[in-house]
């Protein structure tokens, strides 16, 4: 780079440290604007203490565990990576495993924090529904978007430091495994909790005892209201740090390796993210609810935040001298394909549009019905999703392509870092979610009356569809984001093959026998992924719902409502958090064993294959279930509203067992699957080098001296599977061919 080229880099180091101190301020100013408003119902605050206790509890029991893995991987990436300390440069090792570190760590304080703010705001935000919808909506957003500027501010934050003090982009993918390796624990941890604690009160409150859905009787309700926090707070809030990491890392790995062509591409990178973040707090200052209501309001927040930071680009495009339109253009599709993504997924989740309708009519007609049709709508509004993905990937490269080689790749990368450009405002709406939906609980549980009820249920009905939308958005952008990592990968990968003196990968042939292995494995992957998480839940509930049929047979009067009788919540919250953290684990372990394997056994070519079926595997399944469970959600709170017989009708009966069916789906292994995606990717990229050099002594072990001579079979018969290194490094099988008695010729 030239010495302009290092001061304009300079610059915008100083503004995202800049940029970050005014999002953690606002932050704090939210934070205390929050905790200022009015609680004095004596239950509410009892209930919203016990909520407080419950997730705190939770997180630190999980943060016990994910520490010891943490530390573990931290050993292991200390000795390994990015090459072994006994052959390499230590300090590259030391700086890697310190990377990864700080990565979990981020995450986890930001997770924290919003914790702490979410179970601060829902009694609050019940109290406040009494006074009608706007001062509720206030106090449920800005508890929401504190959540969304720690977690965007911590990971530009970790981006910047980690770059400025190592000047290789490469330690960035420890960085952001360590941020990915907690959220893939974090979410699927918080999901199977949540879902257990869900399903459980539902199946045993609504089906078997017709008690309203938050009825304190109930044993579940408070774990249930504890999940949505662990979950859907902390969880999501570690799974869009973990993406927004995983797309500046991407970006400027790839931007590193073009940065001699006079294009301060790194620039431009720290640029488009600072102003996606000054962009949300714009957005999120000046958001409020109008006649339209709730929902209307958190869309056109969305869109402020969209315009404000198109505007922006455009004018530092053209302020700044490398800065290319081109580049620009390919964030703009990402960013513009995100926000159509998310209005096709509301038009699918949300209860005023006809899908929704459709499936609550269907309820009419039995459980089966509801199920089959969900099923069905789910499967279909992943199509605008996946060619919106295909259109803005696409779009991207073709963009970017005549700028030179590698460009093109670098396209996609910043049509991810477009589309997450504003996942600030993303994380406030979805935060926004879980906050209301506790406040709906505390107003039933507080006594309030129907007409507050009825307020919480308007609030938590727009926090449903939100948090659909912000899903599937969290879901694409991942979709975008491991396409880049997989050109992160091939730049690793060259890198090593580059030095063992063999060409580089110039893609990956799905005809070749290596390749199409690595595509059936990455396929499957998720699938499995999914099916332990959702098993998790369901072996979890099942022990949850013994427990409250043995509370409401053993404790006299609970089922009666008798004055003075509580049940016993803390039985309820240990059993979820117990079979959370025991199942979490091996989901998580199976999807980083599978990489390693498929690398070891087929090297740069197959696991190119395993990232490729992965990626479009686990996109066609996270959205679906995310969709299909908003879906039922908000079918069974629309007939509860009123349609199709209400609340105890057959057709509620029938759409509760889809919610059932759907609350997993789209709150447990839905969005853990993007972070799925992202870890395998991450873990393929740091580990591409040892795949390249495992491969490079298996083919000298099975043919020592050069291609093409004559070696004894029996002195190498372990290794037959290999061929010649330069055709096992490019991905095609063994061909041998008879010229003797016990003698074989490598073709």
Known sequence: ????????????????????????????????????????????????????????????????????????????????????????????????????????????????????????????????????????????????????LLVVGCSLLGVAAVLMVTGDSSILLGFSFGASSLALFAKAGGGIFTKTADVSADLTGKVELGIPEDDPRNPAVIADNVGDNVGDVAGMGADLFDSNVAAMAS??????????????????????????????????????????????????????????????????????????????????????????????????????????????????????????????????????????????????????????????????????VGMLSIVGMIISNDAYGPIVDNARGLAEMGGLGEETIRTADELDSAGNTVKAVTKGFSISAAGLTVISLLGAFMSEANDALAAAGRDPITGFDIMSPTVFFGVLVGAVVPAVFSAMLILGVDKNAQRMVAEIHRQFNSIKGLREGKPGVKPEYDKCIDIATSGSL???????????????????????SAIGGFLLGNIVSGLLIALFMSNAGGLWDNCKKYIEAGAEGGKGSDSHKAAVIGDTVGDPFKDTAGPS?????????????????????????LAERSFPQSAGKRQNRKKHPRWVLFSCPRQVLSGNWLVWRKTGRNFFTCK
């Open 1 to 148: 780079m030239s010495s302009m080229d290092e001061s304009q880099l300079s610059l915008f180091y100083g503004l995202s440290f800049l940029c970050v101190a005014l999002a953690f301020a606002f932050a704090a100013y939210l934070y205390l604007w929050v905790k200022k408003q009015k609680t004095e119902n004596a239950k509410i605050q009892e209930v919203s203490l016990l909520i407080k206790q419950g997730a705190n509890t939770f997180m630190r029991r999980e943060y016990k565990v994910l520490a010891k893995f943490a530390g573990v991987a931290a050993i292991v990436i200390l000795i390994l990576l990015p090459s072994p300390i006994w052959t390499g440069d230590f300090l590259d090792n030391i700086k890697m495993a310190v990377a990864y570190l700080c990565g979990t760590a981020l995450s986890a304080i930001a997770g924290k924090i919003g914790i702490l703010v979410a179970t601060l705001s829902n009694a609050r935000t019940a109290e406040a529904a009494q006074r009608g919808i706007k001062p509720a909506f206030l106090i449920g957003f800005r508890g929401g978007a504190v959540m969304g």
């Open 251 to 416: 970006s400027l790995v790839i931007a590193q390796s073009l940065s001699g062509t006079g294009f301060n591409n790194v620039s431009m990178v720290f640029c488009y993210a600072i102003l996606g973040l000054f962009a949300s707090i714009i957005g999120i200052a000046t958001a409020r609810v109008g006649k339209k209501g709730p929902t209307s309001a958190l869309n056109s927040s969305t869109y402020v935040t969209t315009a404000i930071y198109l505007v922006l680009t455009a004018i530092a495009t053209a302020v700044f001298p490398g800065f290319s339109w081109r580049i620009w253009g390919a964030a703009a599709v990402g960013l513009l394909v995100g926000v159509i993504i998310g209005i096709t997924t509301d038009y699918f989740t949300d209860d005023s549009k006809p899908i929704v309708q459709k499936v609550a009519k269907a309820s009419s007609s039995g459980p089966a019905f509801t199920v089959l049709s969900g099923i069905s709508y789910g499967f279909i509004s992943a199509l605008p999703a996946m060619v919106g993905i295909a259109i803005s990937a696409l779009v991207a490269y073709k963009l970017c392509e005549p700028m030179g080689e590698g460009y093109a790749i670098f396209g996609i990368s910043m049509a991810a």
């Open 582 to 604: 025991r199942e979490l684990i091996p989901a998580g372990l199976m999807t980083i064993i599978a990489t390693v394997v498929v690398g070891f056994i087929g090297g740069p």
């Open 673 to 697: 699957i993007n972070t799925q995606i992202t870890v395998v990717s991450l873990v393929s990229s740091l580990l591409s080098s040892v795949f390249v050099n495992v491969l490079l002594l």
